[in-house]
């Protein structure tokens, strides 16, 4: 068989197995056999411009697929299965490329080529390390802080001890006037968000992973404090800093 049809699988069969001089490749029946499996193993169908991926790509790349960073977005429910995680549905959760791309592309089954992350991705990569430390503050911190994303500034604040003006104390923020509610804390979260809709679709969000995430017996309030310019007291521009006000979609 020749090589101008772009199959080489032939090129492997020992001598006497392969095309004799003369014999067209129609005559050549165990060169067409091979040519099914070669497709199907290497995508090379010989058709220029109707190469496919093959199993062999496939398995090159198959640890791409259990990388939540790089897992095709439809394979992530499947993924997010064997660590107990229930993902949330919304493209605040998925992000839109991987919210639009299992849309248009039910049974996508290629790894990314990059790296791409968001919330579900962050929640998958991190959920066995979140589960030993479910029902505590600290875990809940490290929830709200994939949630509200790496330029959010968290702090939880329980109220054990008297007030003490001074020493680091802000008054409505991390200090209580009289007795507070039993096993009561307070969250405090700076969240940049240059729009009005999605500051309140990440309130929304945070608000869901208090409820769910605090300890059973415990009662809290959610404090958010949206950044202006004010550099020097928070200091990171783009980061925690909004110039001008933020817009309302």
């Known amino acids: 068989m020749s090589n101008t049809d772009g199959y080489s699988y032939v090129e492997y069969l020992p001598r006497v197995f392969q095309q004799k001089s003369g014999e067209s490749d129609e005559q050549f029946f165990l060169g067409r056999f091979l040519k099914a499996f070669e497709a199907m193993l290497s995508g090379n169908t010989g058709t220029e411009g109707a190469e496919s991926v093959g199993m062999e790509a496939l398995l090159d790349g198959l640890h791409q697929y259990f990388d939540p960073q790089t897992a095709p977005s439809q394979f992530l429910p499947w993924l997010a299965g064997w660590v107990g995680l229930q993902l949330a549905e919304g493209v605040e959760y998925d992000g839109e490329e991987d919210n639009l791309e299992r849309t248009l592309a039910p049974t996508q089954i290629l790894p990314l080529a990059d790296t791409r992350s968001t919330v579900n991705r962050k929640l998958i990569s991190s959920i066995v390390q979140l589960y030993k430390k479910r029902g505590t503050l600290g875990g809940l911190a490290e929830y709200l ?68 995430e605090r300890p059973f017996y ?25 110039v001008g006000g933020m817009t309302e979609q």
């Open 218 to 242: 415990t009662n809290s309030s959610l404090n958010i404090e949206v950044p202006s310019m004010r550099l020097g007291v928070y200091g990171r521009v783009g980061m925690e800093t909004l």
């Open 145 to 212: 802080q994939v949630h509200a994303g790496e330029e959010a500034a968290i702090r939880i604040y329980s109220y054990e001890e008297p007030v003490r003006l001074g020493n680091a104390r802000r008054i409505g923020i991390n200090t209580m006037v009289g007795a507070a509610e039993p096993s009561y804390f307070s969250v405090h979260i700076i969240l940049p968000a240059y729009s009005r809709s999605l500051l309140q679709q990440k309130v929304r969000n945070l608000q869901e992973v208090i409820r769910k």
